[in-house]
């Protein structure tokens, strides 16, 4: 039967996709009386009923897909959230400030990594971040569009930036060493960014010359719905471009986001109609399908002990640079907000847990302890932001 399952017992793709639907729709509604992200619930859902729960919802190649498209379609929302009227509002000196920010995180990230007699792999984790949840838990909660929501989306994507380049680095040195090979791979890279450089030029050329073409594409009434077609093809295009140039699709998805959010300023319509798609279906998938993933017999007291200072280290890290933010007008509390807000880039240190185990750079406790921080990071992190701005 097509879609069913050669062994029995073993629930069939279409039951898991009944599973992953209710709780994307249940989860939301309970998340709204308990005060919480419905991102949190939405990985503690998947840790119940996945494998290492009640065994409802298994990790197969469909559901795997869609957590990957998911998490896609999320990174290239990130991209498109970018608000560049703000930024050229606030200047080079503010663009300047929120880099200045991120990179002091990297380095105190890799202090306390070498504090704590860890790898550097380990700094590259703690300093990760990334605007997924972030996003999400602003969204919920209605501070989107506010100054403070777009300083975290700033934030967010420039440190989510260096954490991929970062990310790219180290797997190109760790693979190539000192080579042609690093040479090449370091290429294709540049001809990624390239392209993105020459697509831009020709969408503001487009949007200059032709602009009641561009006008189609933002159209509020417009059955074929070709805006958010074009949207979607554009982010699959630089998605295999950056899978092309050796990196995360996600990469390529995010930048075909800002790039869409830099040419198109009155982007508010099609933004609401990719949302729809976005959050309303894919994204809750993602965050489901990485509570269906975590093993919670792989926790030990020595890893839980471990997890618990990188969790401390993760957001110190943040909190520091984050003190240049009360210069700015930003309020104590807000401010602890962001901090941690930031503090949980869930996917990404997943990410470099995984980039390490592969390399051989990390034991498989300390590919554990790394997704147990990535987990602990994502529950407590997004409720310490709504404990902090309650009532705001």
Not at 307 to 318: C, D, K, N, Q, Y
């Amino acid at each position: 039967m097509p879609g069913g399952s050669s062994h029995p017992g073993v629930p069939s793709d279409l039951l898991m996709l009944l599973v992953l639907l209710a709780g994307s729709f249940a989860m939301p509604l309970l998340a709204g009386r308990m005060r919480m992200p419905s991102a949190v619930l939405l990985i503690g859902f998947g840790l119940a009923v996945g494998p290492h729960g009640l065994g409802g919802l298994a990790d197969t190649d469909l559901v795997g897909l869609l957590a990957e498209f998911g998490f896609m379609v999320l990174m290239f929302l990130a991209g498109l959230e970018i608000d560049f009227n703000e930024i050229r509002t606030r200047g080079i000196r503010s663009l300047a400030m929120v880099l200045s920010i991120c990179v002091l995180v990297f380095g105190l990230s890799f202090l306390a990594a070498f504090a704590l007699g860890l790898s550097p792999i380990f700094g590259l984790a703690l300093g990760a971040t990334s605007v997924g949840l972030p996003l999400a838990v602003l969204k919920e909660s209605g501070r989107l569009r506010t100054s403070l929501g777009q300083q975290v989306i700033l934030l967010g994507s420039v440190g989510e930036a260096l954490t991929v380049i970062g990310m790219t680095l180290y797997y190109f040195g760790s693979r190539h060493g000192l080579s042609v090979d690093l040479l090449v791979a370091l290429a294709k890279l540049v001809g990624v960014l390239a392209i993105a450089g020459l697509s831009l030029r020709f969408g503001m050329a487009l949007a200059w010359w032709q602009p009641s073409r561009l006008a189609k594409l933002v159209e509020e009434h417009d059955g074929s719905e070709i805006g958010v077609r074009a949207a979607l093809l554009v982010m699959m295009v630089f998605s295999m471009l950056a899978v092309w140039a050796g990196v995360e699709p996600i990469v390529g998805a995010f930048l075909a986001g800002a790039l869409i959010a830099f040419v198109l300023r009155g982007k508010e319509i099609l933004e609401e109609k990719l949302a729809v798609v976005g959050h309303g279906l894919l994204v809750p998938i993602f965050f489901v399908v990485v509570g269906v993933r975590f093993d919670p017999s792989s926790i030990s007291w020595p890893n839980l002990a471990l997890a618990g200072e990188l969790l401390l280290a993760t957001f110190l890290a943040r909190l520091l640079p984050s003190l240049a933010l009360l210069r700015q007008g930003i309020r104590t509390r807000e401010m602890l907000g962001v901090a941690s807000l930031l503090s949980a880039p869930l996917t990404l240190v997943v990410a470099i847990a995984s980039l390490g185990a592969a390399l051989g750079d990390l034991s498989s406790q300390e590919t554990n302890t790394l997704i147990l921080l990535a987990v602990l990071a994502g529950l407590v992190f997004p409720v310490a932001f709504r404990f902090l701005l309650t009532g705001d």
